[in-house]
């Protein structure tokens, strides 16, 4: 997680190595829960995953002057899963982190009409938040690629256009995603994703205020991340 904030959470932690503009906290990310919006579900809540686009993403996005930050995104991955797969992890987290006995990976199973909503939420600017990413259907997914989930179809799509990637471009030596050139990887990817479709929302963390706001509604920092964090 890379974290740009007043103050720190009181279980993260730094790392010993890299380029300082990363986080992590002392317990596993699939136990944090944290706010997010969709367009297709709204508000809701997510897993705080660790994702490597969250460290590399602010890396990219960061502005520094003679040596000195001046500015860095704070960036953070939420999944929120089927309601199966959220039953299994409260049960993974119950047994103290131990598998199950018996396990399986769904596929056949996943009903008709179920949608994946995949995509960047950025938050804090003059339009509030704007989702832009890719809704993809179960059955969308299947009529492309039989025997899939629009979730493993989301993940291939970019598998697929990152080898075609390097094919094409063999001397480029090893890249982090953000310096392939998005326009031509998202051309190849775009059969397999479904609507790509970018959204405004008024959404804010801090809307229904519960115990969970921690301050003041008119003086709390609403974009902070603790206003996200749940558990």
């Given at each position: 997680?890379?974290?740009?904030?007043?103050?720190?959470?009181?279980?993260?932690?730094?790392?010993?190595f890299?380029?300082?503009?990363?986080?992590?906290?002392?317990?596993?990310g699939?136990?944090?829960?944290?706010?997010?919006?969709?367009?297709?579900?709204?508000?809701?809540?997510?897993?705080?995953?660790?994702?490597?686009?969250?460290?590399?993403t602010?890396?990219?996005l960061?502005?520094?002057?003679?040596?000195?930050?001046?500015?860095?995104p704070?960036?953070?991955?939420?999944?929120?899963?089927c309601?199966?797969?959220?039953?299994?992890?409260?049960?993974?987290?119950?047994?103290?982190?131990?598998?199950?006995?018996?396990q399986?990976?769904?596929?056949?199973?996943?009903?008709?009409?179920?949608?994946?909503a995949?995509?960047?939420?950025?938050?804090?600017?003059?339009?509030?938040?704007?989702?832009?990413?890719?809704?993809?259907?179960?059955?969308?997914?299947?009529?492309?690629?039989?025997?899939?989930?629009?979730?493993?179809?989301?993940v291939?799509a970019?598998?697929?256009?990152?080898?075609?990637?390097a094919?094409?471009?063999?001397?480029?030596g090893?890249?982090?995603?953000?310096?392939?050139?998005?326009?031509?990887?998202?051309?190849?990817?775009?059969p397999?994703?479904?609507?790509l479709?970018?959204?405004?929302?008024?959404w804010?963390?801090t809307?229904?205020?519960t115990?969970?706001l921690?301050g003041?509604?008119?003086?709390v920092?609403?974009?902070?991340?603790?206003?996200?964090?749940?558990?």
């Open positions: 997680m890379a974290l740009t904030r007043k103050t720190w959470p009181v279980d993260a932690k730094r790392h010993l890299g380029s300082g503009n990363a986080i992590y906290l002392d317990r596993p699939a136990s944090v829960q944290v706010k997010t919006w969709t367009p297709e579900g709204g508000a809701c809540l997510g897993l705080l995953i660790t994702h490597h686009e969250t460290v590399s602010a890396d990219f960061t502005v520094k002057k003679a040596g000195k930050l001046i500015y860095r704070t960036v953070h991955y939420a999944y929120h899963p309601d199966d797969a959220l039953l299994s992890i409260n049960e993974l987290i119950g047994q103290g982190w131990q598998p199950q006995n018996k399986r990976i769904m596929c056949e199973e996943v009903a008709r009409g179920g949608v994946d995949l995509g960047v939420l950025l938050m804090g600017h003059a339009q509030n938040a704007y989702w832009y990413g890719s809704l993809l259907s179960v059955d969308e997914a299947r009529a492309v690629a039989p025997f899939n989930t629009a979730t493993s179809l989301q291939v970019g598998v697929l256009a990152g080898i075609i990637w094919i094409r471009h063999p001397d480029e090893i890249v982090e995603a953000e310096q392939m050139d998005h326009e031509e990887v998202l051309q190849l990817a775009r397999y994703l479904g609507t479709t970018g959204i405004q929302t008024d804010r963390p809307d229904h205020p115990h969970l921690r003041e509604p008119e003086a920092d609403q974009w902070q991340f603790d206003q996200f964090r749940i558990a």
